[in-house]
């Protein structure tokens, strides 16, 4: 089974070789496999989609250090990546986030202040999964892989694989990290979805740490071959060049969708920030490291190749800025307004048919809330 | 009405419920070609086909994990967990993502799955095959748990559950699968699926039990009425949620109560029916709820299971010592 | 003697143990450079070197599972969980070959494994960082569990858990990682790690808690004092073995029970000490034994975990309770 | 890295190739890299164990079915495998067999008497693993790779690796099946050995069967290459050819002890038998696949080979034939005589150091059982 774009099979693959279109300078360069035309109004989409992203995730960083979120996890660095594999979706695709997948949340319609509302402790997930065939964020790392897994087996029971019909062929995306890839459930994934030839692709985001370890810790190969080991192709693609993380997600997408079963992306990319808002990067890694990536950032190549060629000039660029400072006032409002949960619901949520038992503990609570209640 | 072993009942009520909703899909280790090593899946796959009727690889994280997404896809999975002692591998995927995802959604996801354990000893198995691990997942909120005990409810109870919204930890007592033959009335009216049941009536002392150990109880309960001593016997069937109207209904008129089970003693389900019980009827009881159960130790070697396991005397000595108090 | 938090008893305590024994080590991840999420491991790496403080891969049962190597080596593997909530992927490893090997061995097999696992909430975290899964390793046999709740205890029971040659999982509440300062005398006499302790003496209801709610019980027995009653507090220090001793003596005189904690109240810890010490000191109670615990329900979203979890009020009003029966 | 024995680096490893020095029909090939000489002395021993641990697996079958074992796991078909890995150990090397291991057990002179008192349910596994370096049975399926792998990192810990002293540097040997590769828990071993480097040689048996499921729905592709997911070497060798195997799992072995790393050894053979003996492979598999194997069979093509090539005569075959008999009846024998265990044992059992709460149910055992030896 040698593939037409990504090329023979496992056992013969060629070196390590990242698929890149935008170098770092910003200048396109050519692929074989994956040379896609790109218009300029999609460039522009791309550069407002990472520019957008990059604020929310400021202002969410920002919103914590204000105490009004418990936690946040940044995305900054990624922005390409996520873009990238989150426009390259068809509506139809269902995807399967970690609980950094800012940007492709953003892709799929996700209200930012949902986000919001689940690193401030208000909820655990507010979105409608199957309204924006986006799942929640899944915190035990590596799980979700395996429920991306079994959707896309639910995808081929539904017969909308191989269709042929661009409308209806689905695909899915399993989203996980470097560090995700050591764990049982991730490999499992990879056996279930070989074996079952399943519509699903892995997409990795490498972002060389698993909070203070390094990848290495995980592997001592490049992590895009781990799935030669199961008999499906693997790839690495220049996760901070939005235009080649695109391309390549977009035909592995296609190529599952056409049936030809799973396919592991490595998005090779540097997590600039730290783990969340309680790391401390500077106790494991050199700010050498961090500079060296921020020559790589994938915002800034973009906008030199959209200027070099004409393709955005200072007024959509303004424009774009302004929209990134409204979308910053209205989360830092949102955030402030959103209203704490009640406890009394609860009991509500456990279970599709709430039991006699929880609805009695439901009650003892409403009436020890009460006693408090008459008190003050 | 039709006569027929637990095992035969459940493979009855599993076909029964593939035909009434082509979502439901069974998934597992062997549970195909060749019907699972119990056969409790005989058949099925050669009748609808292995799309409905899945040998997953040898993973059970993987089992259950994906079978959260064919549930998230709309599918209803019954996941078989080929032993007891072998659900522990996916035991994160239960306890962090079947148990929790209809909460953490609050309630735009649901997960309509039943995973079937085979449970319990008493078949002279080598290790890992004879356990009772149904406490960890009553105290694990969002899971539901239930066991039958004899054919008829197998039958009615598996499809039940199958029809539930709602996560569904099955429990079947594997010794008693080509034991316990009864007559199954596949159209009699069902009772509801969360409600314990009086199996017999009595007035001096009350016997609690489920799976396996209903019918020692039964049994405990024919000797002790030779002796002149009349024990009622309750069938809980449902232990999350625990339906205790009937034992509380029960114990305050018998004022003894003894609960039975093959799971270790130390928090095992008898801890909380003896917590519930003494404080719903506190005032009733003349002597404290005793338990019956495997013994603090792992499962012991098959040749001495029978002295580890809940038997007749050790269920009459428990009520005698009730009369001590 | 010194003034120190909680996890600087902790880090003090461990490295105590890996300087009095070099086959002392620990496994699990961020423990190296970073020194685990909340310090606990600080430095260790720099002074005892990467073969004895080493950072995993992110495999949790791939943590126990070597660690169980390690052991069999030779070795007493230390292993940290790094948030309660993902000890489940590591729980066949722990259930099934940590807890089993000794018996399965017949005694030739010793797993001398700490497992220590930073429970329970009140840190404002996101989903999973906040669990309290130790009704499931008490009821498996052949574990032992303990839970630290002060500085001082800290610093003593992880060398006495180190020191011993059987698994223990070791519970550190986290939320009093870094408020609980106290005093730690290292040359001070150890009490035996398998005993609990009353830590306030009082004579009309007994409290009984563990890890984060003792304080919960002490601030609880101080308001309840101002009104004229008098609470016992007991710290019970280890859970399995459950040393009831001082239970049952404090319950004898004051007839009242009140066990506190942050596990879902079905089949918590306060179920099995119900049963018990209903067992035990059946006459002597006033009232049955009541738990005051986390709801069952998983645990909730942030905002609301205060509601969640066990706080004065609840347990005010449970004792209240105690007294209307 | 490229490796003088097992050949190039996972990435550009040959076509599958199934290493081979004895032929079914018997006719002795070569391999570049394996090309051992075996003495007469040693391919008597080969055969003579080879014969020995068949007579004791089909005499532990006839016992179950005559009541005395609860159980039986045959190793039929599985002799080569057995004995080719277990002969090429050092005695300082360390075994983590699963529950089919007798042949293993065998070579690391565990009586065959306490495989029979397992499979009676008398105990679950009465030798002294440190006695015998060689672990208890593990019928969690590939649970023991683990502990195989964090033995390998205690033995670096204690510096007996790449210490050039042979009497000294020790491997540890991870037996598994086919099946057991899909789990986690095997997958994550292959992390951490790899991670660590440590020494530690993965054997899969691949007997193309996990109860009823063929080796198709584990892996497309065949299992030595698991390994190149995870960066070191696999390598598949003719499991019913005890010479290969042999020396195979000795370059294995010592490849580890020197330090290089963990490797993946898939032992290609078939399991004749029944997966337990209350299996029933007629369901599920057909005749003509068992007809085809025995054609393959691992103790007739050494026969064949010895009488040809003038190494065994009529004699030491002879001799074997008894031994083996003698084996039988002391099987039968000892295995009656079996004492059960004592339910008042279990509880010093649980713990090293016993509590004062089991103490105490022991006691409350003890009174009761007393109580019926009154009355009876
Ligand atoms: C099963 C499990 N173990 C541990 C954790 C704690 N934890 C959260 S994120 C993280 C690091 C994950 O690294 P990686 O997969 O590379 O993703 P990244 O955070 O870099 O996006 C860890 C250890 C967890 N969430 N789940
Ligand atoms: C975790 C776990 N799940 C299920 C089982 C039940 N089981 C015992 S052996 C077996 C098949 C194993 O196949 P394989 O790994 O190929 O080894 P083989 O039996 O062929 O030697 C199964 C499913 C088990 N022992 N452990
Ligand atoms: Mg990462
Ligand atoms: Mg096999």
Redesign the interface.
């Given at each position: 089974m040698t593939d037409p774009v990504f090329g023979p099979a496992?056992?013969?693959?060629p070196?390590p070789e990242l698929v890149q279109l935008l170098t770092p300078e910003g200048e396109r360069v050519h692929h074989p496999g994956f040379d896609a035309d790109f218009s300029a109004e999609q460039l522009r989409g791309f550069y407002r989609d990472m520019v957008l992203v990059r604020r929310l995730d400021i202002e969410a960083t920002a919103l914590q250090r204000h105490g009004e979120l418990?936690?946040w996890a940044q995305l900054l660095g990624q922005e390409a990546a996520q873009i990238g594999a989150g426009r390259a979706l068809a509506p139809q695709d269902y995807v399967?986030p970690t609980?950094r997948e800012h940007g492709v949340a953003w892709c799929r319609g996700v209200d930012p202040v949902r986000l919001l509302a689940?690193?401030?402790?208000?909820?655990?997930?507010?979105w409608?999964?199957?309204e924006h065939n986006f799942?929640?964020y899944?915190?035990?790392?590596g799980?979700q892989?395996?429920?991306?897994?079994?959707?896309?087996?639910?995808?081929?029971?539904?017969g909308l694989v191989g269709t042929g019909d661009p409308e209806r062929d689905t695909a899915v995306v399993a989203h996980f990290g470097d560090?995700?890839?050591?764990?049982?459930?991730v490999?499992?994934?990879f056996?279930?979805a070989?074996?079952f030839n399943a519509p699903v692709v892995f997409f990795c985001q490498n972002n060389q740490w698993?909070?203070?370890?390094p990848f290495e810790?995980?592997?001592?190969?490049p992590l895009y071959?781990?799935?030669?080991?199961?008999?499906f192709p693997g790839i690495r693609v220049d996760g901070n060049d939005v235009l080649a993380t695109y391309a390549v997600t977009k035909a592995a997408l296609q190529r599952a969708r056409e049936g030809q079963g799973p396919i592991l992306i490595e998005a090779y990319t540097y997590r600039m920030g730290a783990h969340t808002t309680?790391?401390d990067p500077t106790?494991?890694r050199l700010s050498d490291d961090v500079e060296h990536w921020k020559l790589k950032d994938p915002i800034a190549r973009l906008e030199v190749y959209l200027r070099r060629n004409g393709l955005a000039d200072d007024d959509f660029l303004a424009e774009v800025a302004a929209e990134a400072d409204a979308l910053g006032e209205r989360m830092r409002r949102e955030c402030h307004a959103l209203p704490?949960?009640?406890?009394h619901d609860?009991?509500?949520?456990?279970?599709?048919?709430k039991?006699?038992?929880?609805a009695a503990?439901q009650a003892e609570?409403d009436a020890?809330?009460a006693s408090?209640e008459e008190v003050s | 009405m039709t006569t027929m072993t637990l095992a035969k009942a459940l493979n009855a009520g599993l076909r029964k419920a593939m035909e009434d909703d082509d979502k439901v899909v069974i998934m597992g280790e062997d549970v195909g070609t060749l019907g699972g090593v119990f056969r409790i899946t005989d058949g099925l796959q050669k009748d609808f086909g292995d799309a409905r009727v899945i040998d997953t690889p040898l993973a059970e994280s993987g089992i259950v994990g994906t079978a959260v997404g064919l549930a998230m896809r709309g599918y209803r999975p019954v996941v078989e967990i080929q032993f007891d002692g072998f659900v522990y591998p996916a035991y994160d995927q239960i306890v962090c993502q079947v148990a929790k995802l209809h909460f953490r959604s609050q309630g735009r996801v649901r997960i309509p799955m039943v995973i079937r354990i085979p449970f319990g000893g008493g078949i002279g198995a080598v290790e890992h095959h004879s356990e009772s691990p149904e406490a960890q997942f009553v105290h694990t909120p969002g899971l539901k748990v239930v066991a039958c005990s004899n054919p008829a409810d197998a039958y009615v109870m598996i499809q039940q559950a199958i029809h539930a919204d709602d996560p569904v930890v099955f429990l079947e007592p594997k010794r008693l699968y080509h034991s316990a033959k009864a007559d199954v009335d596949e159209s009699a009216p069902a009772a509801p699926l969360w409600q314990s049941r009086v199996v017999r009536p009595g007035s001096d002392a009350t016997l609690v039990a489920y799976g396996p150990t209903v019918s020692t109880c039964l049994d405990a309960a024919t000797v002790a009425a030779e002796e002149g001593r009349s024990l009622e016997v309750i069938d809980l069937r449902t232990l999350s949620p625990l339906d205790l109207v009937p034992v509380h209904e029960s114990v305050r008129r018998t004022g003894r109560l003894v609960v039975v089970h093959e799971a270790h003693v130390t928090l095992g389900v008898g801890a909380e029916i003896a917590a519930r019980v003494t404080e719903e009827c506190f005032h009733s009881l003349e002597a404290p709820v005793l338990r019956v159960g495997g013994f603090d130790t792992p499962y012991p070697p098959a040749r001495i299971e029978e002295a580890f396991l809940p038997d007749l005397d050790r269920v009459l000595d428990a009520v005698d010592r009730t009369f001590g108090f």
């Open positions: 496992p056992e013969r693959a070196d418990g936690l399967f609980y689940l690193f401030r402790g208000v909820d655990q997930g507010s409608d999964p199957a799942g929640l899944t915190i035990v790392i799980a892989t395996l429920h991306a897994t079994g959707y896309a087996m639910g995808v081929q029971r539904d560090g995700a890839s050591s764990q049982g459930d490999n499992e994934a056996v279930f070989a074996s698993a909070i203070s370890e810790r995980q592997s001592r190969i071959r781990r799935s030669h080991g199961f008999g309680t790391d106790r494991y704490d949960p009640s406890p609860l009991w509500d949520l456990v279970h599709a048919e039991t006699a038992e929880l503990q609570y020890h809330a408090f | -």
